[in-house]
């Protein structure tokens, strides 16, 4: 069973910066699109943004510009690099292939607090 592990959240202050990590224990992740998903409570799960295998990204409108998503293929990881964080941004933080609807089993995401 494939295993997403999620970490790197915290309580950060409005414009400061976070580095989320994700790994996925399979021997397909280099071929994977992966996703970065976001959900606060009572909300369904948002996209925040994706990388494509040769390492083209997307971002939803609201993080264009302050986050970058990155991948280590050799390390079955994935990054989230959260700059200028906004209150908006707070939520639970996973991630998993994309779009969501192929996703594999979900990890337990890591909460990003985004509070003065």
């Known amino acids: 069973q494939v295993q997403v592990v999620e970490t790197g959240g915290g309580l950060v202050k409005p414009g400061g910066s976070l580095r989320l990590s994700c790994v996925v224990s399979?021997?397909?992740?280099?071929?994977?699109?992966m996703g970065w998903y976001r959900q606060t409570p009572g909300q369904e799960r948002e996209n925040v943004a994706f990388?494509?295998?040769?390492?083209?990204?997307i971002y939803d409108q609201s993080v264009r510009g302050r986050f970058l998503v990155s991948r280590d293929n050799a390390k079955n990881a994935v990054f989230l690099q959260m700059n200028n964080v906004q209150p908006e941004d707070t939520g639970v933080y996973y991630c998993?292939?994309?779009?969501?609807?192929?996703?594999?089993?979900w990890g337990q995401g890591t909460q990003v607090t985004v509070s003065s």
């Open positions: 399979t021997i397909t992740f280099s071929t994977k699109t």
């Open positions: 990388i494509t295998s040769s390492g083209d990204a």
């Open positions: 998993n292939y994309w779009p969501a609807l192929a996703a594999t089993s």
